[in-house]
């Protein structure tokens, strides 16, 4: 499996971000895309999630209220809507999925097998 983000980059304070992850080489019909960020210094954190299956999704305990995540099964690509950008949102956000995996939930799952190379948000205040 191949993922690639894109959409990351320099955004001001209160500002909206929409990162994409196309995926690819997935052996099953169904799968399930998840972002997870690093911000310096801290450790990796989920964000989001979603089920290609039906569009069912999660999010990560710091993640809800400004964050979005979608899915266009057709593209095999999964969106990151971000609003209200903070400092503290700066972070490489990374794209992670499985092939197989017909559910969303942190609390059960979050050891991703394939990962994408991450791309940089940076909010400035």
């Known amino acids: 499996v191949q993922l690639v983000e894109s959409g990351g980059g320099l955004v001001p304070a209160g500002g909206s971000l929409t990162l994409a992850c196309a995926a690819s080489?997935?052996?099953?019909?169904?799968?399930?895309i998840a972002w997870f960020r690093q911000a310096p210094g801290k450790e990796r954190e989920p964000i989001s999630c979603?089920?290609?299956?039906?569009?069912?999704?999660d999010y990560g305990a710091s993640a809800k209220g400004r964050f979005t995540t979608t899915i266009d099964k057709a593209k095999k690509t999964a969106y990151l809507q971000i609003s209200g950008l903070q400092p503290e949102d700066t972070a490489i956000y990374y794209c992670?999925?499985?092939?197989?995996?017909?559910?969303?939930?942190?609390?059960?799952?979050?050891?991703?097998?394939?990962w994408g190379r991450g791309i940089q948000v940076t909010v400035s205040s």
């Open positions: 979603v089920a290609s299956i039906d569009g069912t999704t």
């Open positions: 080489g997935f052996a099953y019909d169904e799968y399930a």
């Open positions: 992670a999925a499985d092939g197989g995996l017909y559910y969303c939930d942190f609390a059960i799952y979050r050891d991703f097998s394939s």
